[in-house]
């Protein structure tokens, strides 16, 4: 099936620094999304990306559509505690109902 | 605005018995529906979607099945629950159709953790 390999699996930063993660694929991609999970909940999307090049914020978040449709990537910049979670991308090849493809996600802790 | 429910939040099964986790949304119309598992806190992996009532995919062969009886209301349940059927079950939905450059953008529900001894 369709696979996102998304790295780094796992990040232990310092509070105030700046985050980045991302996500490849052998495959092209016409969206890409990113989504937050905090423990014990569900999924909340941060951004969705709809065009190649795409670059969008959402507060300290910034995420990129790479051009050649293939990758994305997250950053988070001057992190605070509540950014602990795990962050995945999000993938879909068509306008199809067959949802979306994810990533296995990137914990992200925070050390104080 | 939309709202989406899951329950039960945390369930405790027996090898062997049944399961119904239940999902309903509110606020739209005729939406896809989708049930993802999340095993060890990690990656989503779809389990089935629907399009429609009584319309069911899966994606995976596995020891569950779905049925959506009714528009916003989707379910997922088994006869004989594995050891391997534990996880963090996620149900979502999104609107029918395609919108901007086609994203289904999912909305996901609060998840149900079950635990299969």
């Not at chain 2, 945390?10 to 896809?32: A, D, F």
């Not at chain 2, 959506?68 to 349940?77: M, W």
């Not at chain 2, 395609?98 to 909305?107: D, E, I, K, P, Q």
Request: glycine content about 10%; hydrophobic content about 35%; charged content about 15%.
């Amino acid at each position: 099936g369709q696979q996102l390999n998304q790295s780094p699996q796992s990040m232990f930063i310092q509070e105030g620094e700046d985050v980045s993660m991302n996500c490849t694929s052998s495959s092209i991609f016409n969206t890409w999304l990113w989504y937050k999970q905090d423990p014990g909940e569900g999924p909340v999307l941060l951004i969705a990306l709809y065009k190649a090049g795409e670059l969008t914020s959402n507060g300290r978040l910034t995420a990129q559509f790479g051009i050649t449709r293939k990758d994305s990537f997250l950053n988070i910049s001057a992190s605070i505690p509540s950014d602990v979670g795990i962050y995945f991308c999000a993938g879909q090849k068509r306008g199809g109902a067959d949802g979306l493809t994810f990533g296995k996600g990137t914990h992200l802790i925070i050390q104080p | 605005s939309q709202t989406i429910h899951q329950w039960p939040a945390t369930l405790v099964q027996p090898v062997g018995s049944p399961l119904s986790l239940e999902c309903t949304v509110e606020g739209t119309s005729n939406p896809n529906l989708y049930w993802y598992r999340q095993a060890a806190g990690r990656g989503l992996q779809l389990l089935f979607y629907s399009v429609g009532i009584g319309q069911i995919s899966s994606e995976v062969p596995q020891n569950l099945s779905a049925s959506r009886p009714q528009d916003r209301q989707f379910i997922l349940s088994s006869k004989k629950l594995l050891l391997s059927d534990s996880g963090f079950y996620l149900c979502a939905w999104s609107i029918s159709g395609t919108s901007r450059s086609g994203a289904n953008v999912l909305t996901f529900g609060a998840g149900s953790r079950l635990t299969v001894l």
